[in-house]
């Protein structure tokens, strides 16, 4: 039906940087991207960047002025750069998008759809 698919995640020192892509693909008629949450393990998912389909960001102050959120909605993709990682940034990324996909007769819409996660892990 829809997939969004998080990349770029793997294992990194403190002071390192990543790269978050998250992918959609699927019959879609309209897609925007709504920001990155993470969740730790034993914690709740939270909020980390939010991005408005003008473009404006905003960020969790915990990673204020180190990560920086941006979208590409000609590739239908949406980026995350995670520079200067702290071991507290260890968690599962994931990105959320509101989806409009295109059915044989008129449309279905999935306003808070998830794609499955990416580990980010920063250790040294």
């Known amino acids: 039906q829809v997939q969004l698919v998080e990349s770029g995640g793997g294992s990194v020192q403190p002071g390192g940087s990543l790269r978050l892509s998250c992918a959609a693909s699927g019959s879609i008629l309209t897609i925007n991207f709504k920001g990155w949450y993470r969740q730790a393990p034993g914690k709740q998912r939270e909020l980390v960047a939010t991005i408005t389909k003008s473009g404006s960001a905003n960020y969790a102050d915990s990673v204020k002025g180190r990560f920086t959120i941006s979208t590409d909605s000609a590739k239908n993709t949406m980026a995350l750069q995670m520079n200067s990682l702290k071991p507290e940034d260890t968690a599962v990324y994931f990105c959320?998008?509101?989806?409009?996909?295109?059915?044989?007769?008129?449309?279905?819409?999935?306003?808070?759809?998830w794609g499955q996660g990416t580990q980010v892990t920063v250790s040294s």
């Open positions: 959320n998008a509101d989806i409009t996909l295109v059915q044989p007769v008129g449309t279905i819409g999935l306003p808070d759809y």
